[in-house]
């Protein structure tokens, strides 16, 4: 499939082979946007080693509700599925994710809760007002590059401190070998675990991972007095201080607001263009489309304390990677995420305290990976400069709002002066 175009002529009939992967002759018609079965199921899983790490490291460090997180997730999910018809992925807010984990002191359920509702309000703003295309120009390639750097070093730092971290477990635990250096040993067996399998398809690595993981835990005694019970976790509508709402403008969603704008918005609807040139619905797959569905599912999500959410090109690439074409793939893992927060949400909690706090490192660092290369993609130095001082603030001071504007101010002044570096 060339360019990931829906149709392609095959030489010995004559007949397009549709998107969903028919037999040639055997073209659906009209185009249904969804295809269920064990291909579309893989691709549905194949953005899991974005979702995971940041979710699980939330629900864990943050304290946030199980059944909360994952309904969210699959509701969202279920919505976008429905309406593109096409694997568009439903991520964690990495700047929100990065930030909170780092300053889980600060960042507590009803800051991150507060992020959630004005994230979800500024995007209806400016999906309603069409002020996401001008936006898009304030937020150029190195700005959105350098807040990617710093929030993948942000995971590296913070993954690296959880394995060479002598507690096995977030949860307390001491587990059954305590001082042992058992965190660190499985920590790196588990890092060349997902080495091996970062292109395997039958067997996604964050999956293989925190199944690993959860094995261990359980051996090696981190279930301690807790029991498994099924059913949901406490669902609870949250308040908001002015202080709290403060914090997550500040400290959460000016950073985030240019990862936005340049991935989850006008980043996801240049990769749909690219991947699925056929698409019968183009109208729908558009930055002020993708905002609008953004700003509709995190103003209930926020209220209830679920994680902000979003779209984005790696996770729409990931997807289609392994697999997923239509529709199909959003919907099927929407239902397995809404299964799980609403039958197997205390159970899904108890699991996930299991996890060592090694497993959890080696997910975030390789979720920092995922987003530094991406720096490569710029081509001038006085690119790599505006990058590099942004991440290089980031790192030296805890509100990346302050490595943001910097960096906004820094990048104009080269264009309008044309300095060369």
């Known amino acids: 499939m060339k360019n990931g175009s829906a149709v392609k002529a095959d030489k010995a009939t004559e007949k397009e082979i549709p998107l969903d992967g028919a037999p040639p002759g055997k073209r659906q018609a009209p185009w249904s946007g969804f295809r269920f079965d064990r291909v579309e199921l893989a691709g549905s899983l194949g953005d899991l080693g974005t979702l995971l790490p940041i979710v699980v490291a939330m629900i864990l460090i943050n304290k946030l509700s199980p059944s909360t997180v994952f309904l969210c997730f699959g509701l969202y999910y279920l919505l976008t599925g429905f309406y593109f018809r096409l694997p568009i992925p439903v991520q964690p807010l ?64 913070k993954g690296i401190e959880l394995i060479v971290g002598k507690n096995l477990f977030l949860s307390g635990v001491m587990g059954t070998y305590p001082d042992s250096g058992i965190n ?57 201080s002015l202080h709290d709402l403060w914090i997550a403008f500040i400290m959460l969603i000016l950073p985030q607001i240019p990862l936005t704008i340049g991935n989850a ?115 001038t130095n006085e690119e790599y400069f505006v990058a590099l001082l942004i991440s290089g603030i980031s790192l030296a001071v805890p509100n990346m709002a302050w490595a943001f504007g910097i960096g906004i101010g820094v990048d104009l002044l080269i264009q309008k002066a044309k300095i060369k570096i």
């Open 94 to 157: 990495k700047a929100v994710g990065a930030i909170a984990i780092a300053f889980p002191d600060r960042i507590t359920e009803p800051v991150i809760g507060a992020a959630g509702v004005i994230f979800g309000a500024l995007l209806l703003l400016f999906s309603l007002t069409g002020l996401v295309d001008k936006l898009a120009k304030l937020f150029t390639q190195q700005v959105v590059r350098g807040i990617q750097l710093a929030l993948g070093l942000v995971f590296l730092r």
């Open 184 to 240: 660190l040993i499985l920590g790196v067996a588990v890092f060349v675990l997902v080495l091996l399998l970062l292109d395997n398809k039958k067997l996604p690595a964050a999956i293989a991972a925190v199944a690993l993981g959860v094995t261990a835990g359980f051996l090696l005694g981190g279930l301690g007095n807790q029991r498994l019970a099924l059913g949901p976790t406490k669902i609870t509508v949250l308040s908001f």
């Open 265 to 379: 918005c006008v980043g996801t609807a240049d990769t749909c263009s690219s991947l699925f040139p056929d698409n019968p619905q183009p109208s729908k797959t558009t930055a002020g489309k993708f905002a609008l569905t953004m700003g509709i599912a995190n103003l209930p999500t926020g209220l209830i304390g679920g994680v902000p959410m979003c779209h984005g090109t790696g996770g729409l690439a990931a997807h289609y990677r392994f697999g997923a074409r239509t529709g199909g793939a959003p919907v099927m893992i929407g239902a397995i995420l809404v299964v799980l927060a609403l039958v197997f949400g205390e159970a899904g909690l108890t699991f996930l305290t299991l996890l060592p706090n090694s497993v959890l490192g080696v997910l975030l660092i390789f979720a920092g990976l995922e987003l530094c290369p991406l720096i490569r993609s710029l081509k």
